[in-house]
């Protein structure tokens, strides 16, 4: 069975100071991992996924996060947030190894509110 | 190129009456999937489809939803006997194949309301 956790509803943080969205996840083999983000009234963008490779992963629009096996984790992170950053995130998570590998579940999502 | 694109965007109806969502997957991706969205809540997995192959229904609620797709492209959700639960956005997305591990790309959703 696969499942992510994003334990934090909302992140707060001041524009220019960096920012931790976080992700960890459950798989029995080795993860796909993914971030989509979603603005008001849209569907969800593919922001970066993690396959295999470096465990930083560079995205689009400067998007970055952190693959760490042995926390499972798969954290969004950037050294200065912008308000353009400020939207909702999601993770999500393939086990290819497992039953149902085509259908990733998805993490309950973060706000990321960042202020001026 | 054209995303995938849904239809209606919006959508006000009474209990118990049936509605039909559709969803046009961006051309020649292979994977469809229907997911809804509940306020202040993630993703539910709803239905899957890939290519010519059974659909995988193990994410509908109840009976009152089906889903099929046509052709190998666009894709309806129906929902029978609408109920006040059943209000969320309804989001669509597809996947070039198997090999593309999973990225999916969305469309913006119907916001479905049950009065």
């Known amino acids: 069975a696969q499942s992510v956790a994003q334990p934090e509803d909302q992140v707060n943080v001041a524009e220019g100071n960096p920012l931790t969205v976080k992700c960890t996840y459950s798989?029995?083999?080795?993860?796909?991992l993914f971030w989509y983000v979603q603005y008001p009234n849209r569907g969800l963008q593919f922001l970066l996924k993690?396959?295999?490779?470096?465990?930083l992963v560079k995205g689009s629009y400067g998007f970055e996060a952190e693959f760490n096996k042995s926390q499972t984790s798969f954290h969004r992170k950037n050294p200065s947030a912008l308000g353009r950053d400020s939207a909702l995130y999601f993770c999500?998570?393939?086990?290819?190894?497992?039953?149902?590998?085509?259908?990733?579940?998805f993490g309950r999502g973060t706000s990321l509110i960042v202020h001026p | 190129g054209a995303g995938v694109s849904q239809s209606p965007s919006n959508k006000v109806t009474e209990k118990g009456k049936d509605v039909e969502l559709r969803c046009d997957p961006i051309?020649?991706?292979?994977?469809l999937y229907w997911y809804r969205q509940s306020l202040g809540q993630g993703l539910e997995f709803l239905i899957y489809?890939?290519?010519?192959?059974?659909?995988?229904k193990s994410g509908l609620p109840s009976d009152r939803f089906s889903a099929e797709r046509t052709g190998g492209s666009v894709s309806t959700l129906t929902i029978q006997r609408t109920q006040q639960e059943d209000s969320a956005v309804y989001l669509c997305?597809?996947?070039?194949?198997?090999?593309?591990?999973?990225?999916?790309?969305f469309g913006p959703g119907t916001r479905l309301l049950v009065l």
């Open positions: 798989v029995s083999g080795n993860p796909y």
């Open positions: 997305a597809s996947s070039p194949d198997r090999g593309a591990y999973g990225t999916q790309y």
């Open positions: 993690y396959i295999t490779g470096d465990n």
């Open positions: 489809f890939q290519g010519n192959s059974a659909p995988d």
């Open positions: 999500a998570v393939r086990d290819p190894g497992g039953g149902g590998s085509y259908i990733p579940t």
């Open positions: 051309s020649g991706h292979t994977a």
